[in-house]
């Protein structure tokens, strides 16, 4: 197998974006003078994530969710093959970590319309422990995640982290997909810049 182009700027430039803008939004969350900078991370994280759902539908082959989100089998297959350490591997991602994904952009998209409704002032203070808490199952399911990152990346021998950042990843050619979409980077920044700026006004 070869080094081939797997992920779209999109999809990196989104993944860095929303783990940045989650960061920010997490330091951020417990300060009253922050709370400008908290509630423009957190609609960075909304932007970002209805930006990634679309793209999820349209975008290149392997950001399509009917490309990664599997059933039960498929995770159980995927799990167990870790276990005895056979080397199936997969261009994209993988049939757990699919479902990592889909919980983050559940979970981002909850706490961001919660926190939006705390930002209103309106639901009292039982919406914010609702808000906290669905942000501390999203740092939890995150950290996971990166776990998950680091197994997977250890047992098909593969630096992922890197991947997220070049997009290109060992594959067959027949796997690549043919054009990166820098452009279309232009259209998310803007996206994300109109949501960010339309939730803190
Ligand atoms: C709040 C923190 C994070 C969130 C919400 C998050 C979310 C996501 C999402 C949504 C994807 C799917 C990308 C896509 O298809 O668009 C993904 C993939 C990925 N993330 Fe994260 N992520 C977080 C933190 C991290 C960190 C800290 C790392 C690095 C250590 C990391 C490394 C990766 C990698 C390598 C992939 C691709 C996995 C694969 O090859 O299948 N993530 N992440």
């Not at 929303?18 to 951020?28: C, D, N, Q, S």
């Not at 914010?128 to 996971?144: F, W």
């Amino acid at each position: 197998m070869d080094k081939v182009l797997i992920w779209d700027w999109p999809v990196r430039i989104g993944h860095w974006l929303l783990v940045g803008a989650f960061a920010l939004a997490w330091i951020t969350g417990e300060s009253e003078e922050w709370r400008l900078v908290h509630a423009f991370a957190g609609g960075t994280v909304v932007g970002v994530i209805l930006f990634r759902l679309l793209w999820g539908l349209v975008g290149t082959r392997h950001a399509r969710f009917a490309s990664f989100v599997r059933g039960p089998r498929a995770v159980l297959g995927y799990v167990l093959g870790l276990l005895r350490r056979d080397e199936s591997h997969y261009a994209g991602h993988n049939a757990a970590g699919g479902w990592a994904i889909v919980a983050l952009l559940s979970l981002g998209l909850l706490t961001g319309a919660s926190g939006w409704l705390v930002y209103q002032d309106s639901g009292g203070e039982w919406l914010e422990e609702v808000h906290e808490a669905l942000a501390s199952g999203m740092l939890g399911v995150a950290l996971l995640h990166v776990v998950g990152v680091v197994v997977s990346s250890l047992a098909h021998r593969e630096n992922l982290v890197r991947a997220m950042f070049t997009g290109l990843k060992q594959g067959r050619h027949d796997e690549a997909i043919a054009n990166s979409r820098p452009l279309t980077v232009v259209l998310l920044l803007g996206w994300v810049a109109l949501c960010a700026w339309w939730l803190t006004r």
